[in-house]
């Protein structure tokens, strides 16, 4: 078996290609990650589009999704739009997988929104499998979803596995897991990176995620926040224990760099990229990985409901929590808050603040 395919998340910023293009030029990149709906074909730059295109025609090229809002518990004409453009774009562009975010998304201004993780209940479980299905339905290729980086509470950490396992079981699809989103997770709530990934489906994992982030000064005098911002270098604990992860997911077939397009502007970040990328390969082609054979995918049929499923009370208490967050309520308040599908009583005051200011950044509303 051939070991795992080492690529990029591409961005469209002139740092960024500036600072990927001796990786072009040398035949490094083995495929292209594309989030498809941050910038569609009547935006694309030619060059850009031709980039794309090359990998696509020499089946290369995946796809990454940000906008759907898989857990939104109202269906909206945006969710319709959305998978009328995915359409069309696996029509033009061949794309070996798509993928999508866990979490919800429900403000109007949702391109500048931020994914919220949910906890696991039958109707959100219910909820979660209905927008999958209709994902699914729309596109020919497998179909796979991230893990989060943000937990507002350790038993969201320590569900999310199971969750996510639950929510793609009818459709044979997959997961990517992000190792910094671990990585955040065990920052912030003291757990071992192992831990954690031992409560994941890693059977299930055919994309690895790798990226850096920031940290961000406690309030309480406590550790500081581990954010997964996308816009510095890949900490060491990760390539530490980047060797182990890869031999445990004997299904992987790609491993994916993520960095934010604007921030590769010094000479000195470019290089620490590409450094990282170098690292990256070198560990991928050391390792003592011995992936099984590969499954033949095969779309399972799934009969749709005529309507999207929709819960009135879940779709109050996504907006509800939102605002709340986005008015800086206090964080004692919203953990008194009493949800039906929100276990606010069990949420990390730290966790709560970080969740106001990353609404509050990108301002949503």
């Known amino acids: 078996m051939n070991k795992p395919l080492l690529g990029i998340s591409m961005m469209a910023e002139a740092d960024f290609v500036s600072a990927l293009l001796p990786l072009l030029q040398?035949?490094?990149?083995?495929?292209?990650?594309?989030?498809?709906?941050?910038?569609?074909?009547?935006?694309?730059?030619?060059w850009l589009c031709d980039l794309l295109n090359f990998y696509a025609d020499n089946e290369r090229l995946i796809g990454h999704g940000v906008y759907y809002?898989?857990?939104?518990?109202?269906?909206?004409?945006r969710q319709?739009?959305?998978?009328?453009?995915?359409?069309?774009?696996?029509?033009?562009?061949?794309?070996?997988?798509?993928?999508?975010?866990?979490?919800?998304?429900?403000?109007?201004?949702?391109?500048?929104?931020?994914?919220?993780?949910?906890?696991?209940?039958?109707?959100?479980?219910?909820?979660?499998?209905?927008?999958?299905?209709?994902?699914?339905?729309?596109?020919?290729?497998?179909?796979?979803?991230?893990?989060?980086?943000?937990?507002?509470?350790?038993?969201?950490?320590?569900?999310?596995?199971?969750?996510l396992d639950k929510l793609i079981e009818d459709t044979d699809g997959f997961l990517i897991l992000d190792l910094h989103n671990i990585y955040c997770q065990a920052c912030n709530f003291g757990i071992e990176i192992q831990e954690i990934m031992d409560w994941y489906p890693l059977d299930k994992v055919k994309e690895i995620h790798l990226s850096g982030g920031s940290w961000q000064e406690s309030v309480y005098g406590k550790r500081p926040v581990r954010r997964d911002t996308h816009d510095d270098s890949i900490p060491k604990e990760l390539f530490s224990v980047?060797?182990?992860?890869?031999?445990?997911?004997?299904?992987?077939?790609?491993?994916?760099?993520?960095?934010?397009?604007?921030?590769?502007?010094?000479?000195?970040?470019?290089?620490?990229?590409?450094t990282d990328f170098n690292r990256v390969k070198k560990i991928i082609e050391a390792s003592d990985w011995k992936g099984?054979?590969?499954?033949?995918?095969?779309?399972?049929?799934?009969?749709?409901?005529?309507?999207?499923?929709?819960?009135?009370?879940?779709?109050?208490?996504?907006?509800?929590?939102?605002?709340?967050?986005?008015d800086h309520v206090d964080a004692a308040v919203i953990k008194d808050v009493d949800f039906h599908y929100f276990k606010t009583e069990n949420w990390d005051l730290e966790m709560i603040l970080t969740a106001q200011n990353m609404i509050r950044k990108w301002n949503p509303y």
């Open 26 to 46: 040398s035949n490094s990149v083995d495929v292209l990650e594309w989030s498809f709906d941050t910038l569609y074909h009547n935006h694309e730059p030619v």
């Open 69 to 77: 809002s898989l857990f939104d518990a109202r269906w909206t004409e």
């Open 80 to 163: 319709e739009d959305w998978l009328k453009k995915l359409k069309e774009e696996v029509a033009l562009r061949r794309y070996n997988h798509i993928t999508e975010h866990f979490g919800f998304m429900n403000t109007e201004n949702f391109h500048q929104g931020v994914p919220l993780p949910v906890s696991l209940h039958a109707k959100t479980l219910e909820i979660g499998k209905d927008r999958l299905y209709r994902l699914q339905d729309a596109v020919n290729i497998p179909v796979g979803i991230e893990n989060l980086a943000f937990s507002f509470g350790i038993d969201d950490v320590k569900e999310q596995g199971a969750f």
């Open 242 to 274: 980047l060797p182990s992860v890869v031999s445990q997911c004997q299904h992987l077939e790609y491993v994916i760099i993520e960095r934010l397009g604007h921030t590769l502007k010094t000479d000195e970040e470019k290089n620490d990229f590409l």
């Open 292 to 326: 099984e054979q590969k499954k033949n995918w095969k779309k399972k049929e799934i009969k749709l409901t005529e309507k999207p499923l929709e819960d009135r009370v879940l779709f109050e208490e996504q907006s509800r929590l939102t605002q709340l967050l986005f």
